[in-house]
Antibody
Framework: QVQLQESGPGLVKPLQTLSLTCTVSGGSISSGGYYWTWIRQHPVKGLEWIGCFAYSGSTYYNPSLESRVTISVDTSHNQFSLRLSSVTVADTAVYYC??????????WGQGNLVTVSS | DIQLTQSPSSLSASVGDRITITCRASQSISSYLNWYQQKPGKAPKVLIYAASSLQSGVPSRFSGSGSGTDFTLTISSLQPEDFAVYYCQQSHSFPWTFGQGTKVEI
């Protein structure tokens, strides 16, 4: 059974960089066909796709965040990571990692609440 | 970006009711439309992918239809565990986008 688990700080100061890691177990992150994805959900609001690392080696980002986002993969540790720079209060959200086959996000992490506050 | 508009934003229903949620895309997305259910404090769960395919393990009372720009999610007989928020999501063109959600309440 595939499992995803986010890890990282729950509190980040304004203008600093948010860093989260997603550890994948029960399957290889190098398996073909998948898009390893980050999604966030603002408090009491809907879902926002942040971006993904595709099996082809390409990365795709939401244009609204592209200038501040980096998604990378560490195959040796079966992990992928999110870095979001210059955060503001508007970046306070629950951050999810997920696996995507273009058939929906079939596996999700449990979510990591990140609060931006001084 | 492709905009997805769900309707209604919320609805009240009773156990046993048949309900339908609509998702309209701002441009054609063929059948690249997925539906999710989210309960409080939990990650969303995929119910339907590719507009009409039932995800493994999802009860058959859930069904999806549509193509192009208009899609529907139907629950044929609402069960107590179905009260949740439902989202549509397109995987036709980056950036993937979600609808704003439909809250199904008792």
């Amino acid at each position: 059974q595939v499992q995803l688990q986010e890890s990282g700080p729950g509190l980040v100061k304004p203008l600093q960089t948010l860093s989260l890691t997603c550890t994948v177990s029960g399957g290889s992150i190098s398996s073909g066909g998948y898009y390893w994805t980050w999604i966030r959900q603002h408090p009491v609001k809907g879902l926002e796709w942040i971006g993904c690392f595709a099996y082809s080696g390409s990365t795709y980002y939401n244009p609204s965040l592209e200038s501040r986002v980096t998604i990378s993969v560490d195959t040796s540790h079966n992990q992928f990571s999110l870095r979001l720079s210059s955060v503001t209060v508007a970046d306070t959200a629950v951050y999810y990692c997920a696996r995507d086959l273009r058939k929906g996000f079939d596996y999700w992490g449990q979510g990591n609440l990140v609060t931006v506050s001084s | 970006d492709i905009q997805l508009t769900q309707s209604p934003s919320s609805l009240s229903a009773s156990v046993g009711d048949r309900i339908t949620i609509t998702c309209r895309a701002s441009q054609s997305i063929s059948s690249y439309l997925n539906w999710y259910q989210q309960k409080p404090g939990k990650a969303p769960k995929v119910l339907i992918y590719a507009a009409s395919s039932l995800q493994s393990g999802v009860p058959s009372r859930f069904s999806g239809s549509g193509s192009g720009t208009d899609f529907t999610l139907t629950i044929s007989s609402l069960q107590p565990e179905d009260f949740a928020v439902y989202y549509c999501q397109q995987s036709h063109s980056f950036p993937w986008t979600f609808g704003q959600g439909t809250k199904v309440e008792i």
